[in-house]
């Protein structure tokens, strides 16, 4: 009876052990990619013929490409020839605006009609067609674009979804035009000389990497046409504008030249202030805002490393990129404060443990010095203070127009291709299908189908 007895018991007890005991399970969602058409090849390293002076088409001139057209024609090299947009007022005072500025009136004026770009894309001047218009009307307007055989720079997110993404790719692939997204933030002063000493080594192996778009959207939700933006929120859940954050940590961590972004997985919190603003903004009850408050998404790489982006619009949060950049060997931060910090090797005497932190912070004076040693080599002293006379977020959207018009004049490969594209706004659509999965892992595709791991490192193109 009592051998019995402890049977039984020994039984139950590798039972319940066995149910606790955890098993792998297949737990990440898989996300399919297409395959590529027969005859087309990947675009990376893309060149095109040299353009002697780039002939633009700027669409979209709302608050942003309004600015964009102040900048363009300070920029040598490029010259506007056809405007855009919906509303003939704002097509009219770009034009006025540029003819104050004694440059020549762009004969291309289209207005009036939901696709009245169609008329600039066939333009056959334009080399270049640039679009600033609001989320929905990038797609259509950059597939048509590079059907006509023009390049097309898009504004950031560049595409919403996944069948927009591969579409874009595959307009690049087949069409073989630049398809660029213009995401800025990869030029700012701090990004750029970090990224160089990162590539110098200084802070040892990346091994992690934090951005963000934290930005209280409170001033502006009123100024965009037709309630674009507030809208958008309102219907779509995840991170809907994850490129700022994302993009120049990518460049850090050399994705799709020699690592990749294989997983991701997201949470939210609930929409505590959407709803109430637009029901401020619309002065109607508003019962459902899908987006949440606050997002984040924890992304891994093929080589062991970890991405955080953060999206939050809705609260009084301050402005934040975050670009934190974590090392085996130091760290970068430019927000919440600008430092970086430095391994310093001690002998074991001189060690105290009774220090929080024994690593070489440099901040204000220091680390200007520091940054003095690690110029990025785009960004000479000359050029870093005509960036900044001109200006457009203090000077980074200027270097992002003189690039993307540099290297189309050499016929260089652009910095930022369809790939980084892909990448940067995928966060949006995946993020999504997560968070609708109870923050489940979802898989991050190889956007170059086979080829993320051809090229060595990010690097500028320079004509010789
Ligand atoms: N990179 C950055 O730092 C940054 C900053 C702000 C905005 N943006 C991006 O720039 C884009 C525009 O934003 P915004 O703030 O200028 O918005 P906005 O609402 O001020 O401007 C949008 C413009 O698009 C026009 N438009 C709408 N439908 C059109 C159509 N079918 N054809 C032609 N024109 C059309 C509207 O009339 C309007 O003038 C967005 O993609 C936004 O995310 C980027």
């Given at each position: 009876?009592?051998?019995?007895?402890?049977?039984?018991?020994?039984?139950?007890?590798?039972?319940?052990?066995?149910?606790?005991?955890?098993?792998?399970?297949?737990?990440?969602?898989?996300?399919?990619?297409?395959?590529?058409?027969?005859?087309?090849?990947?675009?990376?390293?893309?060149?095109?013929?040299?353009?002697?002076?780039?002939?633009?088409?700027?669409?979209?001139?709302?608050?942003?490409?309004?600015?964009?057209?102040?900048?363009?024609?300070?920029?040598?090299?490029?010259?506007?020839?056809?405007?855009?947009?919906?509303?003939?007022?704002?097509?009219?005072?770009?034009?006025?605006?540029?003819?104050?500025?004694?440059?020549?009136?762009?004969?291309?004026?289209?207005?009036?009609?939901?696709?009245?770009?169609?008329?600039?894309?066939?333009?056959?001047?334009?080399?270049?067609?640039?679009?600033?218009?609001?989320?929905?009307?990038?797609?259509?307007?950059?597939?048509?674009?590079?059907?006509?055989?023009?390049?097309?720079?898009?504004?950031?997110?560049?595409?919403?979804?996944?069948?927009?993404?591969?579409?874009?790719?595959?307009?690049?692939?087949?069409?073989?035009?630049?398809?660029?997204?213009?995401?800025?933030?990869?030029?700012?002063?701090?990004?750029?000389?970090?990224?160089?000493?990162?590539?110098?080594?200084?802070?040892?192996?990346?091994?992690?990497?934090?951005?963000?778009?934290?930005?209280?959207?409170?001033?502006?939700?009123?100024?965009?046409?037709?309630?674009?933006?507030?809208?958008?929120?309102?219907?779509?859940?995840?991170?809907?504008?994850?490129?700022?954050?994302?993009?120049?940590?990518?460049?850090?961590?050399?994705?799709?030249?020699?690592?990749?972004?294989?997983?991701?997985?997201?949470?939210?919190?609930?929409?505590?202030?959407?709803?109430?603003?637009a029901a401020n903004h619309t002065g109607m009850e508003v019962?459902?805002?899908?987006?949440?408050?606050?997002?984040?998404?924890?992304?891994?790489?093929?080589?062991?490393?970890?991405?955080?982006?953060?999206?939050?619009?809705?609260?009084?949060?301050?402005?934040?990129?975050?670009?934190?950049?974590?090392?085996?060997?130091?760290?970068?931060?430019?927000?919440?404060?600008?430092?970086?910090?430095?391994?310093?090797?001690?002998?074991?005497?001189?060690?105290?443990?009774?220090?929080?932190?024994?690593?070489?912070?440099?901040?204000?004076?220091?680390?200007?010095?520091?940054?003095?040693g690690y110029r990025n080599v785009i960004l000479t002293p000359?050029?870093?203070?005509?960036?900044?006379?001109?200006?457009?977020?203090?000077?980074?959207?200027?270097?992002?127009?003189?690039?993307?018009?540099?290297?189309?004049?050499?016929?260089?490969?652009l910095d930022m291709d369809v790939y980084d594209l892909a990448?940067?706004?995928?966060?949006?659509?995946?993020?999504?299908?997560?968070?609708?999965?109870?923050?489940?892992?979802?898989?991050?595709?190889?956007?170059?189908?086979?080829?993320?791991?051809?090229?060595?490192?990010?690097?500028?193109?320079?004509?010789?």
């Open positions: 009876m009592k051998r019995n007895l402890l049977l039984i018991f020994t039984a139950l007890a590798l039972l319940a052990a066995g149910c606790c005991k955890q098993k792998p399970v297949e737990n990440i969602i898989k996300t399919p990619v297409p395959t590529r058409p027969a005859g087309q090849q990947n675009v990376l390293g893309l060149t095109a013929e040299p353009i002697e002076t780039v002939h633009i088409g700027v669409v979209g001139l709302g608050m942003r490409g309004s600015e964009a057209v102040r900048r363009l024609v300070q920029i040598p090299g490029a010259e506007i020839v056809a405007l855009c947009d919906l509303l003939p007022d704002r097509v009219e005072s770009s034009q006025q605006f540029i003819s104050k500025k004694g440059k020549p009136v762009p004969a291309g004026a289209y207005s009036g009609e939901q696709e009245s770009w169609r008329g600039l894309c066939e333009q056959a001047d334009v080399d270049l067609v640039y679009i600033c218009t609001d989320w929905l009307n990038h797609y259509p307007i950059a597939m048509y674009a590079m059907e006509c055989g023009k390049h097309v720079a898009i504004e950031v997110p560049a595409a919403l979804d996944m069948d927009q993404i591969w579409g874009l790719i595959n307009q690049s692939e087949k069409t073989r035009k630049h398809c660029m997204m213009l995401e800025n933030c990869i030029y700012d002063f701090f990004e750029m000389t970090t990224l160089e000493m990162a590539q110098r080594g200084l802070f040892g192996e990346i091994i992690h990497v934090e951005g963000a778009y934290c930005h209280n959207l409170d001033p502006f939700w009123d100024e965009y046409w037709n309630n674009w933006r507030l809208d958008y929120n309102q219907k779509v859940r995840g991170d809907v504008y994850p490129t700022h954050g994302i993009g120049p940590v990518c460049q850090v961590l050399d994705i799709h030249r020699g690592d990749r972004m294989t997983t991701l997985v997201s949470m939210d919190t609930k929409s505590f202030n959407g709803a109430k603003i019962r459902e805002f899908a987006n949440g408050d606050e997002t984040s998404t924890l992304i891994r790489t093929e080589k062991g490393k970890t991405i955080l982006i953060e999206h939050d619009v809705m609260t009084p949060r301050p402005y934040s990129r975050m670009y934190q950049v974590v090392g085996t060997d130091g760290y970068a931060s430019k927000y919440p404060i600008g430092q970086y910090c430095l391994r310093v090797d001690k002998p074991a005497d001189q060690v105290d443990a009774r220090h929080i932190s024994d690593e070489k912070v440099y901040e204000g004076e220091e680390m200007r010095a520091l940054q003095e000359e050029f870093e203070a005509l960036a900044k006379s001109v200006g457009g977020h203090g000077g980074m959207d200027f270097i992002m127009d003189y690039r993307l018009v540099y290297c189309l004049h050499h016929g260089l490969p990448e940067w706004c995928c966060v949006a659509p995946l993020s999504r299908v997560s968070l609708e999965h109870g923050s489940m892992p979802v898989e991050v595709p190889d956007f170059t189908r086979g080829a993320w791991n051809q090229v060595d490192g990010f690097h500028y193109a320079l004509a010789k």
